[in-house]
């Protein structure tokens, strides 16, 4: 089945320094990919969409210039945290779909990033 | 109203015994249906499509109730591993590729 790999699974940052996360897809192009965040016991929160070649798509509510997402080619995209503060420790995790398959797989995710920003 | 709603349990489900629970979406225009099953610290991993007709794999079934907006998802002869929380995951037809999440259930199957 499609894999995504995401790096670093954890970091831990000073307040005030930048953070980059890393998602690859492993075995299958992915054009678009998507960036969650989940605070403690609460659900996945869509902050952007990753679409390679152009700009992303951010959801209401999330800066573009905080979160910068970099998607240069087909099976890589960066997510910055930049100038991190306390506030933005969570878990992150991207995810992409394997189309290939007509998306039976459904969308597969990264194993996740926990940022905890001290 | 949130657009995917779900109990947020927990459900305490001895070892062995069945366990169903049901998730509401608001936009009756959407298309694809999952349930993603998540433990505590990791990604979620999908556990399976919803179908229209209704599917299943294994101990699982799923169901899709459109004219009232839910999907439910039943699991059978429940196993200790079973225990994690059980995201309801809609894409709206509108959304393109995005997805939605529910809240999550929680289940806990206990010896």
């Known amino acids: 089945g499609a894999v995504v790999s995401q790096h670093p699974s954890r970091v831990i940052c000073k307040s005030g320094t930048s953070v980059k996360i890393e998602c690859r897809s492993l075995d299958f192009q992915a054009t678009t990919m998507f960036w969650y965040r989940q605070f403690p016991k609460q659900s996945l929160m869509l902050m952007a969409t990753s679409n390679e070649g152009s700009k992303a798509t951010y959801e209401q509510g999330v800066e573009k210039d905080k979160f910068l997402i970099n998607h240069a080619s087909l099976t890589l995209s960066t997510l910055t945290v930049t100038s991190a503060h306390p506030e933005d420790s969570s878990f992150y995790i991207c995810?992409?779909?394997?189309?290939?398959?007509?998306?039976?797989?459904?969308?597969?995710f990264g194993s996740g990033t926990r940022l905890t920003v001290v | 109203r949130k657009e995917v709603e779900q109990d947020p349990g927990p459900f305490n489900v001895p070892e062995g015994a069945t366990v169903a629970f049901n998730c509401t979406y608001s936009n009756s225009a959407s298309q694809s249906f999952f349930w993603y099953r998540q433990d505590c610290r990791k990604e979620p991993k999908l556990l399976m499509s919803?179908?229209?007709s209704g599917n299943e794999d294994g101990r699982f079934t799923a169901q899709l109730n459109r004219a009232s907006q839910y999907i439910s998802l039943l699991i059978r002869d429940s196993k200790l591993s079973d225990s994690a929380t059980y995201l309801c995951?809609?894409?709206?037809?509108?959304?393109?590729?995005?997805?939605?999440f529910g809240g999550g259930t929680r289940v806990l199957v206990k010896p």
């Open positions: 995810s992409a779909r394997d189309f290939r398959t007509g998306g039976t797989y459904g969308y597969t």
């Open positions: 919803v179908y229209s």
């Open positions: 995951v809609v894409n709206p037809r509108a959304a393109g590729n995005k997805l939605t």
